[in-house]
């Protein structure tokens, strides 16, 4: 039934390794986003796809970069990984652009050492 | 610039009532919606709202007033498993999520 399912749920790195986060939905969604969330916190959108056309949001660190292979993955490449980075970082879809629902993964968890 | 206010934190007793406020400054609006989100888990969707008025969806009930920037979510006969944060996000008007930082709900029985 998982519809958005994100892979690792969980991942531990070292300072500066690089980690690939991914993303796979099976609603047929034209839109996907990554955010991240640390504890607390707002969710924070860094990157949302409407098919293939890319957005990055201004505020994104070069850090981060994102792939849409296809209409049903998403990856969240971290290039260099900072203690800052911890986070729990979450993909969504929704059907289209506008005031649609999202409907979230489950999350990757990040540690960073 | 754009903000979204709730409450950081609050307690209620298990079959109660609660109601918990948000009040936004946003670009413009295009509805606002509220999530559940239980502890390390993803949000799910809870209501939206882009008239003003009362949406009743079972035990939860959510309201808006645009002229206000104000909305509550209400939830009745509080169950444990309601223990969670509940975020409010508005959409603006460039169809731009702005999300606030949650209000966590802890339940007593």
């Known amino acids: 039934d998982a519809m958005v399912i994100q892979n690792p749920r969980y991942q531990v790195t070292q300072f500066g390794k690089p980690v690939t986060l991914s993303c796979s939905q099976t609603l047929n969604h034209n839109v996907m986003y990554w955010y991240q969330q640390k504890s607390s916190q707002a969710p924070k959108l860094l990157f949302h796809?409407?098919?293939?056309?890319?957005?990055n949001e201004a505020d994104t660190p070069d850090n981060f970069q994102s792939r849409r292979p296809n209409t049903s993955f998403c990856f969240l490449d971290i290039r260099s990984p900072g203690l800052g980075d911890a986070a729990m970082y979450l993909c969504?879809?929704?059907?289209?652009?506008?005031?649609?629902?999202?409907?979230f993964g489950a999350g990757s968890r990040l540690t960073v050492l | 610039g754009q903000n979204i206010d709730q409450p950081t934190e609050m307690t209620a007793t298990e079959g109660a009532i609660v109601q918990i406020n948000c009040t936004y400054q946003t670009s413009g609006f295009n509805g606002l919606f509220w999530y559940q989100q239980h502890a390390g888990e993803a949000p799910t969707f809870l209501s939206y709202n882009v008239l003003d008025g009362l949406e009743e969806k079972g035990r939860f009930s959510s309201f808006l007033s645009r002229s206000k920037g104000y909305s509550y979510l209400l939830l009745k006969e509080l169950q444990m498993k309601d223990s969670a944060s509940y975020l409010c996000?508005?959409?603006?008007?460039?169809?731009?999520?702005?999300w606030g930082a949650g209000t966590k709900l802890i339940i007593k029985p």
């Open positions: 996000a508005v959409m603006d008007s460039n169809y731009q999520l702005i």
């Open positions: 796809y409407y098919d293939k056309d890319f957005n």
């Open positions: 969504a879809t929704s059907r289209d652009s506008g005031a649609n629902v999202l409907t």
